[in-house]
């Protein structure tokens, strides 16, 4: 049987997740918007409210409230500020290599700070080169003894300037990739120059560059050459769950304003909700959402089982994304010159919709890989 | 320290905007408005378990209300009181602040002897003020309205209240009921941690019959107050709106109140 | 359980043996009700050293003043005026029972109204005798009013903000009569004991009395945007009023707040800013001249009740107001 229900606990926790976005997250956002920095104050709620803890087990000092939980987060903080869920999804990745393919002695050491939210972790794969073909990365691992020095470029990299642990790509041989945690504070390690993008203001986004960085051989994630692998999985498994959940909380933004605004704004006496060219748009985006939450919710619980999944995710970040930004369109559109104003969300939401898109992967990549299942 | 916390659960205040009356039947319509804590009853909680913290002792929540009350009980105990029951019945339904200061004091009696009793100060849907000293009468106790700060000194509490410009310091023997305010402190966020471990634990559902009370004393029965008419205000003012830029809007608003008089 | 209730009475809380005006505005509204009913007001008065003051409160309607004059009656403590208060009620059997919602009242009310086991409506904004005698108490609820009666109880008390009611003017020829009564406390505990009492001068002029008023609303944001709130209102000398967002958000203070649970003001100009207009607000302004709105959501209920309402984005339009008041202060 198909269960369509979230549990009496999954309710509680979106509730919690709401209240910490509405609490925390939403005063500070005309702030992020105007300063592209991301405060302090967000930072702490996530480690106080455990939200950084959802998807490590208990025995590392999470929660292990699995996926459908990490979802129902990141669509409640999405509802207020892509910009914070987009930074929160990005710590939950940086956590998921450890978790998939660390050492005990790895895990012990670094999930149970992950977990309290004392420390952050993010993944770096993208190069300038191009996030979507990481065997173009150029970022070397040399072996030195018990060491290896690495050197290169990381670009787009989401949480940069605040990940205390960082999960790195990069090339030990001519087809050979290793992944790498390291640490801040470490030898060579630097994070560089903010990005500034045009939506998700006061998400921490930047370079980092690795100047003969200096990292203990038993820092490696998996063995050599398992590089690929670790990238790929936390990519397109939880970077794209990820991407989805913030896209859900996007939609159901959207819908909320477009909805409000709709009722409130009179015209020739009475509420453009009225007219049918503008219901045609509020129906659009209801179902969507609908549509989307299926998608998101049951690629989630797939991960859950520990079912492969790839394909479900990207579906549903393909969908869910597109459909987001869709709906920031019709927002806009519906709220007419208010749509363009700063003082209305629509324009917020349109430009951060557009980030979405290309994150994990672009729509283009997304069909390519739900193409090759299709066809297979 | 044995406390006994009092949980509304009132439609939650973001919201507020949508809850109407209806003229008709001089009902409140709140109809998919999520049930909260009150949030002066948050306050109220955060006091509980910070006393917990430092004395030692259990902390249990008391609500009544319909059956949905229960959500805002599980988040009580999510936030960690170690035990949360609701009293909830049809005959209790309608009740005005004396008849629910009665059902509650029969929950209280029957849940045990409490050191402490603490309460918001009022409610965010009815504003009242009244079931928290309501309750201390019925029960017997001593009672503080409008708390801002609270300590524990050898059986005795001592006490900050507010009185309008400025502030009152009382004494007042335990056992007692506080009815607190905002300023008390700053009530904790819902964890996910305390969310987790609060599984398993149940709100416990008490019905009339369970606190052996006669159901003339609960509810509308037992209520004194009853509503009579409901009406929507009437406008009387003109209701013109200026239209333009700020500085055409400014032109004419200013004109206008020169007219008036009022500048 | 009604028969032989008769009378109208209000408590009359005095403050260091001065009368806070909201008994004497109650006083006057007591006496429209007790003409109607055909039935006696008293001034119920609880203090030290108070008996020769309470004469004056003839002069503002009543027939009689109760006088309980002891020195532990001081100051308000909620055992010994609970105590007094409940006796004599028992003892009198008015019918109608007003107290002022201070703070001390809104304490005092529910102690004696759970200890008779009678009806109390908190924060009337209107009180009405209908054609069965009995007290219609009105109070705003979501966008309306609700009446609220207690038929086979008495007294039918009530509680009333400052403001609410005007101060009657008082008439110096008006006779009636000052009754002290006696009451024991040495057998009643004081389980809740006054220690200290530390009192600040009110800030400024108070709102209450205020030609101009400026108030703000969840609207307004934060506190930068109430910062231009104040500077509007310090141009046009005008008090700062708010709703409870304000408060709740820190921006504003508790004293400054207008409505149902806080002030009622009756300036000649009110401008309310980014407040959507809820019943439990508007009550507080009903008396005002003009009002004017300002508010960036056409569909703000506050605008149903404003003489001039503009849809914008207060942030553009009060710095330009701002301005304009300025140069109209140094031109005029």
Excluded at chain 1, 116 to 126: I, K, N, P
Aim: hydrophobic share 40%.
């Amino acid at each position: 049987m198909v269960e369509f229900q979230f549990t009496e606990e999954q309710e509680m926790l979106r509730k919690a997740a709401r209240e910490f976005a509405e609490q925390v997250v939403a005063p500070l956002v005309p702030k992020m918007e105007e300063t592209d920095e991301t405060p302090e104050e967000i930072i702490k709620g996530m480690g106080e409210r455990d939200l950084l803890a959802v998807t490590i087990p208990p025995e590392y000092g999470g929660l292990g409230l699995g996926h459908v939980a990490r979802v129902i987060v990141l669509e409640e903080v999405a509802r207020v500020s892509v910009a914070t869920a987009m930074m929160l999804q990005v710590f939950h990745l940086g956590i998921d290599p450890i978790l998939v393919f660390g050492t005990e002695e790895q895990k012990k050491k670094y999930l149970p700070a992950l977990a309290r939210g004392e420390r952050l972790a993010t993944v770096a794969v993208t190069e300038a080169t191009g996030g979507s073909e990481p065997t173009a990365c150029q970022t070397e691992a040399r072996l030195e003894g018990d060491h290896y020095v690495l050197n290169g470029r990381k670009v787009f990299i989401t949480d940069v300037h605040l990940a205390d642990v960082q999960v790195v790509f990069t090339r030990t041989g001519e087809k050979e990739f290793t992944t790498f945690i390291l640490e801040k504070g470490m030898e060579g390690f630097r994070p560089g120059r903010y990005e500034h993008k045009v939506g998700m203001k006061g998400c921490d986004t930047g370079e980092l560059i690795l100047d003969n960085c200096v990292v203990p051989k038993e820092n490696m994630l998996g063995k050599p050459g398992d590089g690929l692998k670790v990238a790929l999985a936390g990519i397109s498994e939880t970077g794209r769950e990820g991407i989805a959940g913030c896209a859900l909380g996007l939609l159901q933004a959207c819908l909320e304003s477009s909805t409000k605004f709709a009722n409130e704004r009179i015209l020739y006496g009475r509420p453009i909700a009225k007219l049918q060219g503008i219901q045609w748009k509020i129906a659009e985006m209801a179902v969507n959402l609908e549509a989307a939450r299926l998608l998101t919710y049951r690629a989630a619980a797939m991960r859950d089982k520990g079912q492969r999944c790839d394909v479900e995710m990207a579906q549903a970040k393909y969908f869910v994304t597109e459909a987001a930004a869709r709906a920031a369109k019709d927002t806009c559109d519906i709220h007419g010159g208010y749509g363009v104003m700063n003082e209305y969300a629509a324009q917020r939401y349109l430009r951060d919709a557009q980030v979405l898109i290309p994150s994990a992967g672009t729509s283009e990549i997304m069909r390519i890989v739900i193409a090759r299942a299709a066809l297979k | 320290m044995q406390i006994l916390v009092l949980v509304k659960a009132v439609p939650d205040p973001e919201r507020a905007n949508e809850i109407t009356l209806d003229p008709e039947t001089g009902t409140v319509k709140r109809e998919g408005i999520p049930l909260v804590i009150n949030p002066l009853d948050r306050n109220a909680v955060e006091e509980a378990l910070r006393l917990k913290e430092e004395k030692g002792g259990t902390v249990a929540a008391l609500s009544m209300g319909p059956p949905a009350a229960e959500g805002p009980l599980r988040e009580a105990l999510a936030l960690g009181v170690d035990r949360a029951v609701l009293l909830s019945d049809r005959a209790m339904a309608g009740a005005d602040t004396l008849a629910t200061a009665r059902v509650l004091a029969a929950g209280a009696r029957y849940l045990g002897d409490f050191d402490l009793i603490l309460c918001g100060a009022e409610s965010f849907d009815g504003g009242t003020a009244q079931v928290g000293p309501e309750l201390a009468q019925f029960l017997g106790l001593p009672h503080a309205s409008y708390v801002t700060s609270a300590r524990e000194k050898g059986g005795l509490l001592e006490v900050e209240a507010k009185v309008e410009d400025g502030r009152k310091k009382l004494q007042v023997r335990l056992p007692a009921l506080l009815t607190v305010s905002r300023e008390l402190n700053r009530p904790r966020g819902l964890s996910f941690s305390g969310i987790v471990r609060a599984r398993g634990k149940k709100v416990e559902v008490l019905s009339l019959a369970d606190l052996g009370m006669d159901p003339s004393r609960a509810g509308v029965a037992g209520s004194p107050t009853i509503i009579g008419d409901i009406s929507t205000p009437t406008t009387t003012r003109s209701g013109e709106i200026i239209k333009g830029d700020p500085e055409e809007v400014v032109d004419v608003l200013v004109k206008k109140l020169t007219e008036a008089g009022v500048v | 359980m009604t028969e032989g209730y008769r009378g109208v009475w209000v408590f009359v809380e005095q403050k260091k043996g001065e009368f806070l005006p909201v008994g004497l505005q109650l006083l006057g509204k007591g006496r429209e009700i007790a003409d109607r009913l055909g039935e006696k007001l008293s001034a119920l008065v609880l203090g030290r050293d108070v008996k020769d003051k309470a004469k004056a409160l003839i002069g503002y309607g009543a027939d009689e003043v109760l006088v309980v004059d002891q020195p532990k009656l001081e100051d308000y403590q909620t055992d010994l005026y609970a105590h007094v208060v409940t006796e004599l009620v028992q003892k009198e059997r008015p019918s109608v029972f007003l107290l002022g919602a201070t703070y001390n009242g809104r304490d005092l009310a529910p102690t004696v109204a759970g200890r008779l086991e009678t009806g109390l409506s908190s924060d009337c904004t209107r009180l009405e005798i209908d054609e069965e005698g009995r007290l219609v108490q009105v109070v705003p609820a979501f966008r309306g009013m609700a009446s609220i009666l207690c038929p086979d109880r008495r007294p039918q008390m009530a509680t009333i903000r400052p403001g609410v009611f005007r101060l009657p003017a008082p008439d110096e020829s008006r006779t009636g009569t000052v009754r002290e009564v006696q009451v024991d406390l040495e057998t009643v505990e004081n389980r809740a004991e006054l220690v200290e009492l530390y009192l600040q001068e009110p800030e400024g002029k108070p709102l209450e009395e205020a030609e101009t008023v400026v108030a703000g609303g969840a609207g307004i944001g934060d506190l930068e945007g109430w910062k231009l709130i104040e500077d509007l209102a310090q141009v046009l000398g005008a008090a700062v009023g708010a709703t409870r967002p304000p408060l709740d958000e820190g921006w504003a203070r508790e004293d400054q707040m207008i409505g149902q649970s806080g002030k009622t003001v009756r300036p000649d100009l009110y401008i309310g800013i980014g407040i959507s207009g809820e019943t439990q607000h508007v009550v507080g302004i009903e008396d005002a001249k003009v009002v004017v709105a300002i508010n960036n959501d056409p569909g703000a209920p506050i605008f149903k009740v404003a003489d001039y309402g503009i849809v914008a984005d207060y942030r553009k339009v009060v710095p330009v107001l701002i301005e304009r008041f300025k140069k109209l202060k140094n031109t005029g």
